[in-house]
Antibody, heavy 124, light 108 residues
Framework: QVTLKESGPALVKPTQTLTLTCTIS??????????VCWIRQPPGKALEWLAR???????FYSASLKTRLTISKDTSKNQVVLTMTNMDPVDTATYYC????????????????WGQGTLVTVSS | EIVLTQSPGTLSLSPGERATLSCRAS???????LAWYQQKPGQAPRLLIY???RRATGIPDRFSGSGSGTDFTLTISRLEPEDFAVYYC??????????FGGGTKVEI
């Protein structure tokens, strides 16, 4: 069974750096074709894609947040880590990690499964 | 960047009724890269449809997806009480960024 679980601080202060960890089970980050993304959702608002890391360490970032984000992986721990610098109250959101899957038969791409999410509040 | 616009923002219906949700892209996208998700309060999104029209594993056949180019539709043929939720469309291009729509809330 494939599962992802996010962990990190529930509260950070403005200007601090946020570090979130996504712990994966059921597949290996080192397996060809594996891709994991971070997505966030402010309370009552829509989903926003943040970053992606592939099995071969290729990385992609949201253009609007690129200067603040770093995604990395630790294959020995099967974890993906996201850091976001200079946190602001507008960054208050539930942060999700999800596997980006490509269907070999259709060529489709989609997120499945998702972690349960972790709520991060930015406040002094 | 491709922008996805979902309409309506809120859909007020009763159990047993048909729900039709729209997702319009700012430019044409390959339908294989269009997915739909359901999100209930306090839960993570769940994959419903991928490739615009293919149901994910375990998704009831009352859910169907259609469309091409810039216009895509999610249809719930007969609403069950557990279907009242927020629905998001999402597109993935040949390279990031990918994007989500703003969501449609289906409420009783």
């Amino acid at each position: 069974q494939v599962t992802l679980k996010e962990s990190g601080p529930a509260l950070v202060k403005p200007t601090q750096t946020l570090t979130l960890t996504c712990t994966i089970s059921g597949f290996s980050l080192s397996t060809s074709g594996m891709r994991v993304c971070w997505i966030r959702q402010p309370p009552g608002k829509a989903l926003e894609w943040l970053a992606r890391i592939d099995w071969d360490d290729v990385k992609f970032y949201s253009a609007s947040l690129k200067t603040r984000l770093t995604i990395s992986k630790d294959t020995s721990k099967n974890q993906v880590v996201l850091t976001m610098t200079n946190m602001d109250p507008v960054d208050t959101a539930t942060y999700y990690c999800a596997r980006l899957t490509s269907d070999v038969f259709t060529g489709s791409w989609y997120f499945d499964p998702w972690g349960q999410g972790t709520l991060v509040t930015v406040s002094s | 960047e491709i922008v996805l616009t979902q309409s309506p923002g809120t859909l007020s219906l009763s159990p047993g009724e048909r729900a039709t949700l729209s997702c319009r892209a700012s430019q044409s996208i390959n339908s294989i890269f269009l997915a739909w998700y359901q999100q209930k309060p306090g839960q993570a999104p769940r994959l419903l449809i991928y490739g615009a029209s293919r149901r994910a594993t375990g998704i009831p056949d009352r859910f169907s997806g259609s469309g091409s180019g810039t216009d895509f539709t999610l249809t719930i043929s007969r609403l069950e009480p557990e279907d009242f939720a927020v629905y998001y469309c999402q597109q993935y291009g040949s390279s990031p960024p990918l994007s989500f729509g703003g969501g449609t809330k289906v409420e009783i």
